[in-house]
Every structure is written in structure tokens, then in C-alpha cells.
């Protein structure tokens, strides 16, 4: 299934799920942290986010396209 661009706070169910946990806010992005991940997910409050942000923080913790949509 191909990934879509969505909303940022579907982006936060998603990753929030997936165990990042939110640790500040700085402007209008979201910042979250993962123990696998060796950088911050950033979530930008965006209405609609890119396809390449989603990819971006889902490489950096490590989630898979089948675990992006389970």
C-alpha cells in the first residue's frame, strides 16, 4: 500500500503507537523521542505532511510500511 500524506495528528497517533514518546514543542513542529532512535522524530503541525517527512522519521525509528499501518 503506498503512504499518503496525512494530517499531523494522525502522523502522532501513528508514531505515538510505535512508542515514541512527545518531549517538547518547539514552534510548530513536535518533537518526540524513541529509544532506537539515534535522532529526534519531528512532526511538523503541518494539515497535510509530506510523504518524504513520513519516511524520514519512520527510517530513523526503524518502522516498517507494515507496521505503519497496523
Known amino acids: 500500500m503506498k503512504i ?3 494530517n499531523w ?3 502522532v497517533k501513528i508514531f505515538e503507537k510505535y512508542g515514541c514518546v512527545f518531549v517538547r514543542q518547539r514552534g510548530d513542529h513536535l518533537i518526540f523521542h524513541h529509544e532506537n532512535a539515534k535522532r529526534a522524530v ?3 503541525k503541518y494539515d497535510e505532511i509530506p ?3 513520513i519516511r524520514n522519521n519512520m527510517k ?3 518502522m516498517t510500511r507494515e ?3 497496523t
Do not use: D, L, N, R
Open 4 to 6: 499518503k500524506p496525512t
Open 51 to 53: 510523504v518524504t517527512v
Open 42 to 44: 519531528v512532526i511538523p
Open 67 to 69: 507496521e505503519y499501518y
Open 60 to 62: 530513523t525509528v526503524g
Open 9 to 11: 495528528q494522525t502522523q
